[in-house]
């Protein structure tokens, strides 16, 4: 690490991650998953979430290339079985309000070469079983975040031209404080500043109430219809005791459901994406009354395959955000085969689960409700990136008028 003033800047990067990130208040409990190579954050974390007065810090370890072996050896029907303790686990979690954080730093192709099958196999049975939890994470019933740290693995597919492995991994460290704000004098009111001006743009939007968008592309002309009484989020957002946290960091993206049956048209990806540990690009989808019902990829179309198979709201749309494509970590140039990253410099989709919080009083529904209301429900929540400079986007009333939101990829 020759990276200058790096251990002073992970302090003040754990600092921000347990005050404004998972915003942690004397009396949580909060639970990390870490992979074992960031062993040094984490327990960093541990100390500072301590400090901040959580009641107990849970760290459930994980290990890559123990997972790839798992994968590639583990008996058949031991992939799919998931222990009662950790179903009870989860249910424990939910009781007990257990905020999360996600330290995300997994080589982006880490289990490349693997078959496929045993690996969504494996994943169907584990979102399963955390289903709940992910729900009340999503309904925002506590506390959570997803960071990111350098790892070799992942700091190898951003700086490929980089001749050292360290350099690297002080290349993709830089690019993390950079765009967490870490190198602001002040980066907790740098945060604070950047949330307030994400908050003008969902306010217009909330405001607006549309009915539709109408994205335009190279490879894209598609309409998204968006349910009544939407309500479009950014950088921060809060618990049901009214307690603030930040999701994502970093963030750059306002976002809103759209309507589970109303999508039609067709859209084509712009950036490759990292699921499964396999990277999937040139991804394009054609869908009708909301359902995705053709799709092809240049690389890992049967990854897609299975995924939109996953569960009936698998190939239905969960998630719409709007990025600038001249947000700060877009401007790096940069792909980062990491989805936090990416979908920070572009617009982005996701097929599965939508947050139950993109409409008016929608932490307080059952699932069944939600659904009523437009809002997909299914165990996975993946997002892809389709905007670019070329993107415009209209927002469509419902009086059919017509205005517009993004020209050229940015907001007008
Ligand atoms: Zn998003
Ligand atoms: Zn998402």
New binding site residues.
């Given amino acids: 690490m020759v990276l200058s003033n790096f251990e002073a800047n992970l302090k003040k990067y754990v600092h921000l991650i347990a005050k404004i990130g998972v915003g942690v208040k004397p009396g949580h409990i909060v639970s990390i998953n870490s992979q074992i190579d960031q062993a040094k954050l984490t327990r960093l974390l541990v100390k500072e979430l301590y400090a901040l007065g959580a009641a107990e810090v849970l760290v459930n370890w994980k290990d890559d290339s123990v997972s790839r072996e798992t994968y590639l050896h583990a008996n058949e029907k031991r992939l799919t079985h998931i222990p009662e303790s950790t179903v009870q686990k989860f249910q424990e979690f939910i009781n007990e309000k257990v905020s999360r954080i996600s330290i995300d730093s997994s080589d982006p192709a880490a289990f490349e070469g693997v078959d496929n099958e045993r690996i969504s196999k494996h994943l169907a049975a584990s979102n399963a079983a955390s289903a709940d939890y992910s729900a009340a994470i999503q309904a925002n019933k506590m506390n959570w975040t997803v960071v990111a740290a350098a790892s070799y693995g992942w700091a190898t597919k951003v700086f490929p031209h980089l001749s050292t492995k360290e350099e690297q991994l002080d290349a993709l460290w830089d690019q993390i404080f950079k765009t967490t704000r870490i190198y602001e004098e002040d980066p907790i009111k740098a945060w604070q500043d950047h949330d307030k001006k994400l908050c003008k743009q969902t306010k217009k939007l909330n405001d607006a109430q549309f009915d539709a968008l109408h994205y335009t592309a190279p490879g894209t002309d598609l309409v998204i219809g968006l349910p009544k009484n939407h309500y479009w989020e950014g950088a921060s957002s809060m618990n049901s005791k009214g307690e603030v946290f930040i999701a994502n960091m970093p963030t750059e993206e306002v ?1 809103t459901a759209p309507d589970t049956n109303r999508v039609d048209g067709y859209v084509s990806s712009t950036k490759p994406l990292s699921y499964a540990g396999v990277v999937i690009s040139g991804m394009k989808f054609t869908f009708k009354n909301g359902k995705a019902i053709e799709f092809s990829a240049k690389q890992g179309e049967e990854v897609i395959q299975k995924l939109l198979a996953t569960d009936e709201g698998a190939s239905h749309l969960g ?1 719409v ?1 709007l990025v600038p494509d001249l947000s700060p970590i877009s401007r790096s140039g940069l792909t980062f085969f990491n989805t936090l990253f990416d ?1 920070n410099a572009s617009n ?1 989709l ?1 097929f599965g689960q939508a947050y139950a919080t993109s409409i008016v009083g929608g932490e307080k529904l059952s699932q069944d409700e939600l659904k009523k209301r437009g809002l997909n429900r299914s165990t996975i ?1 993946v ?1 892809f990136m389709v905007g670019s400079e070329n993107m415009d986007i209209d927002g469509i009333s419902s009086d059919g008028s017509r205005t517009p939101i993004f020209r050229n990829g940015d907001w007008t």
Avoid: L, M, Q
């Fill in positions: 976002f998630e955000a979908e982005h996701a929540h997002d």
